[in-house]
T-cell receptor
Framework: GESVGLHLPTLSVQEGDNSIINCAYS??????FIWYKQESGKGPQFIID?????DKRQGQRVTVLLNKTVKHLSLQIAATQPGDSAVYFC??????????????FGKGTHLIIQP | DAGVIQSPRHEVTEMGQEVTLRCKPI?????LFWYRQTMMRGLELLIY????????DSGMPEDRFSAKMPNASFSTLKIQPSEPRDSAVYFC??????????????FGPGTRLTVT
């Protein structure tokens, strides 16, 4: 989801359930995408990344799906735990073939895990 | 490794004062980034360096902002004079030369700046 000003989209799920966080990106030239997790009072922390030549990548309890046709990215978290409560950001980078570049971040989604 | 180190963690200053934020990147990382985070605008890239050289400063809001990287282990972001609208959390991040997991950026804990 996209931010609407001061209020982040919020996703509330029961502990143990799976969660899906969505992100739409705007730059069709972006070829590298990252999901970050940010806990209160901390800096963003890398979760998983994916290149544009892939449509799915799996990590530990997390899966990222990329749909370049509609410029959509999703993060799936399996069997959510209380420690998963955080704000999740998608980030995109264009022209990553030659070197690092700054990331363009989405506005974030607040994931709340209900006990 | 201790990760990216930022200081101070919190800064409260009055409008018009000079503010200097500091960052020590992870040793061996060739890239250093400065970001600003606000509720309204989210995370925004301000400037980044490669091998101590500024590469892209198009995100720097205005001339009141300046950033330097005198050596591979230290960078500063300076705001002079500061204004209340500069209040935000400022993050420094570093990244190794693209290889392996490529462009993962490691973020510091941030400096929360409040300008009154």
């Amino acid at each position: 989801g996209e931010s609407v000003g001061l209020h982040l989209p919020t996703l509330s799920v029961q502990e143990g359930d799976n969660s899906i966080i969505n992100c739409a990106y705007s730059n069709s030239a972006s070829d590298y995408f990252i999901w970050y997790k940010q806990e209160s009072g901390k800096g963003p922390q890398f979760i998983i990344d994916i290149r544009s030549n892939m449509d799915k990548r799996q990590g530990q309890r997390v899966t990222v799906l990329l749909n370049k046709t509609v410029k959509h990215l999703s993060l799936q978290i399996a069997a959510t735990q209380p420690g998963d409560s955080a704000v999740y950001f998608c980030a995109e980078m264009a022209g990553s073939g030659g070197g690092a570049d700054g990331l363009t971040f989405g506005k974030g989604t607040h994931l709340i895990i209900q006990p | 490794d201790a990760g990216v180190i930022q200081s101070p963690r919190h800064e409260v200053t009055e409008m018009g004062q000079e503010v200097t934020l500091r960052c020590k990147p992870i040793s061996g990382h060739d890239y250093l980034f400065w970001y600003r985070q606000t509720m309204m605008r989210g995370l925004e890239l301000l400037i980044y360096f490669n091998n101590n050289v500024p590469i892209d400063d198009s995100g720097m809001p205005e001339d009141r902002f300046s950033a330097k990287m005198p050596n591979a282990s230290f960078s500063t972001l300076k705001i002079q004079p500061s204004e209340p609208r500069d209040s935000a959390v400022y993050f420094c991040a570093s990244s190794p030369h693209p290889s392996g997991r490529d462009h993962e950026q490691y973020f510091g804990p941030g400096t929360r700046l409040t300008v009154t």
